[in-house]
């Protein structure tokens, strides 16, 4: 039984439009949050999560040009956000439906955001 596939892993697909299977590779295929720890600012991308040292203030810039459905998770891993607060820059987009930056400041937070559209923006998956 196969209980994880590696980034690089190949994937069989049957595209049943052209009668044929295409190798697809895990990134390609969609699913699961890739995971990072940042100490500094840094620009976010899709489908990544983010274990941020709060050892200093951190801003997460939100990723430029999004899509309906484009995921970004952010976790204060030290549990120093309310010392050393983190800001999530939006990036010219709405962050739930209002055009502010969004400041967390509570130790421990974590927090899922999800791009809808350009009325609502980046709304919160969970926090």
Avoid: H
């Avoid at 209980?3 to 699961?32: H, M, P, Q, R």
């Avoid at 998770?73 to 502010?100: C, L």
């Amino acid at each position: 039984a196969i209980t994880e596939a590696a980034d690089a892993d190949l994937i069989l697909v049957y595209d049943n439009s052209a009668s044929a299977y295409k190798k697809i590779t895990k990134a390609n295929f969609g699913g699961g949050i890739k995971w990072e720890t940042k100490t500094a600012n840094f620009t976010a991308a899709k489908g990544t999560g983010y274990l941020i040292d709060c050892g200093s203030a951190v801003t997460a810039t939100l990723p430029a040009s999004p899509s309906i459905g484009w995921e970004v998770r952010i976790i204060d891993a030290t549990g120093e956000a309310a010392t050393n607060n983190i800001t999530v820059a939006r990036n010219s987009e709405k962050i739930q439906g209002v055009a502010t930056d969004m400041t967390i400041q509570s130790n421990r937070a974590a927090i899922g955001l999800v791009y809808f559209d350009t009325n609502e923006g980046w709304v919160l998956r969970e926090n």
